[in-house]
């Protein structure tokens, strides 16, 4: 299993980003996908999960409404768009791959990570 | 949403020793509970899943136990390459969250 987070980088506040993580070495379709993102003075906070079919997101409520989770089966690629970026948006942003689909998982896999920083 | 509290905050340990982490849930989560250990720089790597099943690879000296609201994390003899953060992870709700983790430090 491999996962390689992409998109990552330096944003002004209200600005956009969209991060990317490419999978390989299993079954993308039939596991959920999540991102969980982290910072030196929060520790680990989820923040999405978005189903095998892509079908039900769920959003933490720090960022619904700013956010959107998306995925290509076709191409085995997740996505997070984040809008109106703020400040406490810095983190290192973790692509991780659920036990399963949908309910009830642990992340078993997780990509190296891609930093974003919100600042003017 | 779910708030699971941690502690120790942080603990130092000498090799050999027997290490207990505490994960607590403001509500009955079943077995939904998981641990990860994350060393600097690195992503965090499952260690236990379902409260009590070890993920392929892990040492056995790890093991995990509880249910309902109550959790623990122990490591029966500590090995200089245990040291890092340990999280707990709810997955109960839809709304995941994680504890607040614990760094294990060695003596």
């Known amino acids: 299993v491999q996962l390689v987070e992409s998109g990552g980088g330096l944003a002004q506040p209200g600005g956009s980003l969209r991060l990317t993580c490419a999978a390989s070495?299993?079954?993308?379709?039939?596991?959920?996908m999540t991102w969980v993102r982290q910072t030196p003075t929060k520790g680990l906070e989820w923040v999405s999960t978005?189903?095998?079919?892509?079908?039900?997101?769920y959003y933490a409520a720090s960022v619904k409404g700013r956010f959107t989770i998306s995925r290509d089966n076709s191409k085995k690629t997740l996505y997070l768009q984040m809008n109106s970026l703020r400040a406490e948006d810095t983190a290192v942003y973790y692509c991780?791959?659920?036990?399963?689909?949908?309910?009830?998982?642990?992340?078993?896999?997780w990509g190296k990570g891609a930093a974003v920083t919100v600042s003017s | 949403d779910i708030q699971m509290t941690q502690s120790p905050s942080s603990l130092s340990a000498s090799v050999g020793d027997r290490v207990t982490i505490t994960c607590r849930a403001s509500?009955?989560?079943?077995?939904?509970l998981n641990w990860y250990q994350q060393k600097a720089q690195k992503a965090p790597d499952l260690l236990i899943h379902?409260?009590?099943t070890l993920q392929t690879g892990v040492p056995s000296r790890f093991s995990g136990s509880g249910s309902g609201t109550d959790f623990t994390l122990t490591i029966s003899s500590l090995q200089p390459e245990d040291f890092g953060t340990y999280y707990c992870?709810?997955?109960?709700?839809?709304?995941?969250?994680f504890g607040g983790g614990t760094k294990v430090e060695i003596k």
């Open positions: 991780a791959k659920a036990s399963q689909d949908f309910y009830y998982y642990s992340m078993d896999a």
């Open positions: 070495g299993f079954a993308f379709t039939n596991y959920a």
């Open positions: 978005v189903s095998g079919t892509g079908e039900s997101t």
């Open positions: 509500q009955n989560i079943n077995r939904y």
């Open positions: 379902d409260a009590s």
């Open positions: 992870q709810q997955s109960y709700s839809t709304l995941v969250t």
